[in-house]
């Protein structure tokens, strides 16, 4: 991939010359597009230049069926903002440079973002400030004024009403179109969220829609990027906040949300920070409605490699790995667990 | 006598590990032989219990159905529930043909649920305590030791 790296960055950097691409890597994860590391080195106006790049590029098939153009939007919408996001560089929508749509943006250097570094020994005096700084960051993606931004001009916002609903319908159809057996479990969570809707929220605001621990890049001094936006849209901010407390990413398995903090304090620092009181009601309603989503997820990508679109073993890795355990929450999340 | 399954997948996910592993120089091949371990160590176990599971639930959904037939009131359903329970047994152990029967079963299960919700009555509401018991132990029957639940 290298040449046709350098030479589509030839073409994006006016004056550059002698374009030399190196440490190409893939980076693990990616569920909904391939993530890859590159530097780039040239020369512009008689001086050396170098950067280092993540290349967001369109898999054959994925565990999100995302759209490329919509990520990319909620990212420059949020650079110069108080979230911090890498850097949005270049986007394709065509093949023709590297043979799929891609995005390309800055790199932040010396971060990490696993969901397992986090419990080393080495963060333990940062932990609660960075759990802290997670729920503060929520409550500056709610309270950012999307109205005039990249945002607007590639999503329509729902009304207050339709929020739940909006979402709902989506997650309903990706189990309708993708799954490979009966889900009798999640459709009688389909059904009681339909039977019992929640209020509409106070203000329909950016909902990141992905927003857990694994998903920023930390350092000891604190976070540094909230990356993984491919399933950002307008809607209840209640979203993100149940999202975040999914049992599915209790790494540490003793309860505490993404395995850095407990929930009742999670919730005071996300008020605090943002001026709300949480429903805690609506917040269930958006708990068991995240069991159903993160089913969804997990049967788009039975579905990929069953089908033979992927061969990426992660599809199935996370069929036989999480479609039961995400029944089980579900059913726990409708006090109908063990 | 040759080596079981579950033993030589379990046999080939060790050896990719010990084996192969410290040979990987890429972040995402080991992410894939990671991945190749941990698939074999579960396809071991569903390889054993597959057809053990999936006969024990027929059963137990075909019974739960049966039960329902008389608290649901719609005829069309009636109907489906009566060509499901008529015969109770399995007559093809593949576990394809057993996966298929399990598949009809625990959709016209999601039908006779949503149906069960909204009849009133004390025996709708027993019938409906039955299927979430039922919902439950499909996710015990479905459960790996490795991984993360």
Partial sequence: ?338 | MRPDTPKVLFGIAGQLIMQIMPEVRTPIAGQTLTLSAALLSMVAQEFDRAASRLVEENRSVRTLLAASRDTVSEQALRSRIDAETADMHEHDFHVSALQAVNDRLRSLLIDVHAAVETTPGEAAAGLNERIWDELKESTRRRHLASGLA
């Avoid at chain 1, 909902?207 to 909230?226: E, M």
């Avoid at chain 1, 620092?269 to 068991?288: M, P």
Wanted: glycine residues 8%.
């Fill in chain 1, 1 to 338: 991939m290298e040449p046709e790296l350098a030479k589509y960055l030839t073409s994006k950097i006016p004056g550059s010359t002698g374009m030399a691409i190196s440490n190409v890597f893939r980076i693990p994860g990616g569920a909904s597009r391939e993530t890859w590391m590159f530097d780039a080195a040239w020369e512009e106006n008689g001086e050396s230049r170098s950067e280092a790049f993540i290349l967001r590029k369109d898999p054959p098939a994925s565990l999100l069926a995302s759209q490329r153009e919509l990520e990319y939007a909620f990212y420059r919408a949020f650079e110069d903002s108080g979230v911090p996001v890498p850097r949005m560089r270049w986007i394709e929508n065509g093949s023709e440079a590297l043979g799929a749509p891609f995005f390309i943006m800055e790199r932040i250097l010396g971060c990490d973002s696993n969901t397992t570094r986090i419990q080393d020994a080495e963060y333990a005096p940062v932990r609660d400030a960075i759990a802290r700084r997670m729920y503060e960051i929520m409550a500056e993606i709610h309270d950012f004024d999307w109205k005039g931004t990249a945002i607007e001009e590639v999503l329509a916002p729902p009304a207050p009403g339709e929020c739940w609903k909006r979402e709902l319908d989506h997650w309903e159809q990706v189990i309708n179109e993708n799954e490979l057996s009966p889900q009798p479990i999640a459709r009688a969570a389909i059904r009681w969220l339909r039977a019992n809707p929640p209020p509409p929220p106070d203000r329909v605001t950016v909902v990141h829609a992905d927003y857990r621990v694994g998903n920023f890049l930390y350092t000891v001094k604190g976070i540094h990027g909230v990356v993984d936006w491919e399933m950002a849209h307008l809607g209840d901010p209640l979203e993100d906040l149940a999202w975040s407390f999914m049992e599915a990413w209790e790494w540490t398995r003793d309860g505490r949300k993404g395995g850095i903090i407990w929930a009742e304090d999670a919730i005071r620092i996300y008020e605090e920070a943002s001026g709300t009181k949480v429903n805690r009601e609506a917040l269930h309603w958006w708990d068991v409605f995240g069991s159903v989503k993160g089913q969804a997820i997990w049967l788009t990508g039975a579905r990929s490699f069953q089908d033979g679109k992927t061969a990426e073993l992660m599809m199935p890795f996370t069929s036989y790995w999480l479609i039961n355990f995400q029944d089980e929450i579900m059913l726990r999340a409708m006090g109908r667990g063990a």
